[in-house]
């Protein structure tokens, strides 16, 4: 049990090895034991030896990733926990380090705040490793202000009361030349952005500063920070050995084709009906949201879906949201945009700074391609 910990304390875990899926299975492996009060809150910093990509909760992994080449070259895909988006994260040895952050309510007071202090977090580290020009983009990004080179990011999800957030980190260059080819970014996600491809987007602290800090550096870097902006005190700590024996198990379960496959445009569209249309639509507007439509010949939506590198939650109101969709004319926005802003209000539903509009604009354009299909 936790008796001898204080609110303000949190543990700090040094330079774990792993995997795509490893630390997917230790994020459900700890937040299983946190909420039996067998573990405490916790900050880890994570290092990766072996190149493998992390794929967000939304994104479809059929367009998002060529899974024949991954699989050629025994790259490592693993999508995130239900609820947690974002984009596909390259988890290199030279170009990446993760942050993981587990707490509850005596940390962040809800979603927003758990975002606010994560980014502010790291905008502090960043400047502590020299990237004086770091700054806080709500709600996920850390980014150069001159460059626009992208930093660090923070990924968000709420469990049982609980707030797992992942963070992805630069600290130089990728090694692996394998991995932008196996992830397909689409055109879209450089719309908002000065740099206007992965090769100049990429290089974190070593492309702004000269100089790549290696894992004593960063963890050092992280230490700091967190813990002033969190006005916590740190615990040098390891996980436990019944944290390690479910992780192994969990791991398991997040390499099945149900979680792997549960964002498919494949599994869902595999076999278009005669006299019907598919299409795809992307929008960015703060985050790239995307849908996949099939229309009946009359141009009503047969069936659809959401996806991209957007949080959504709970992720069950965003389904009945894409099933109260069915049956609406492909023209009828008017409509659809009386559904979509049904889900917004309810009361427990959350999107990462998306409005009803950037979903509709999403599904119009999928709309728009099913009509233009031949």
Known sequence: MLKDWKSNEMKF?????????????MSIASISLRMQGKVPNGISVWYF?????????????????????AKKHNIEICRRLEGMGGGVIFLDPEGFMGIGILADKT???????????SGTALTEMYKILGVKDAKYYPPDDVRAERSGRKMGAVGVTEVGGLYLINSSNFPGYISSDLLPQIARIPEE?????????????????EAETGHRPDPYEFAS?????????????????E????????CEDFAVKAQSDEHMFAVSSKKRFGKIPPDHKYGIGRYKSRKLVESRVLLDSKGIIKD??????????????????????????????????????AAYQKPNWETSEISPEDFLKALVAGCQAALESG
Not at 49 to 69: A, K, R
Request: some cysteine; overall charge neutral; hydrophobic content about 40%.
């Open 189 to 205: 996600k450089w719309k908002d952005k000065k740099i206007k491809s992965f090769g100049e987007y990429q290089g974190g602290v």
């Open 221 to 237: 870097a992280a230490y700091k920070a967190f813990g002033k902006v969190f006005g916590v005190k740190f615990r040098i700590g």
């Open 239 to 246: 996980y436990t050995e019944e944290e390690w024996e479910m």
């Open 49 to 69: 030896p072996e190149p493998s990509i992390s794929l967000g909760y939304f994104q479809d992994i059929d367009t998002d990733i060529d899974l024949e080449l």
């Open 107 to 117: 940390i962040f007071s809800n979603m927003q705040e758990a975002f606010h202090k």
């Open 13 to 25: 875990t040094l330079f774990t090895k792993g995997t795509a899926t490893r630390i997917l299975g």
């Open 304 to 341: 659809m879906f959401f996806c991209g590198d957007f949080y959504a939650k709970p992720v069950p109101v965003l389904r009945e949201m894409e099933e109260s969709l069915k049956g609406v004319s492909a023209k009828d926005e008017k409509t659809m945009l009386e559904k979509i802003k």
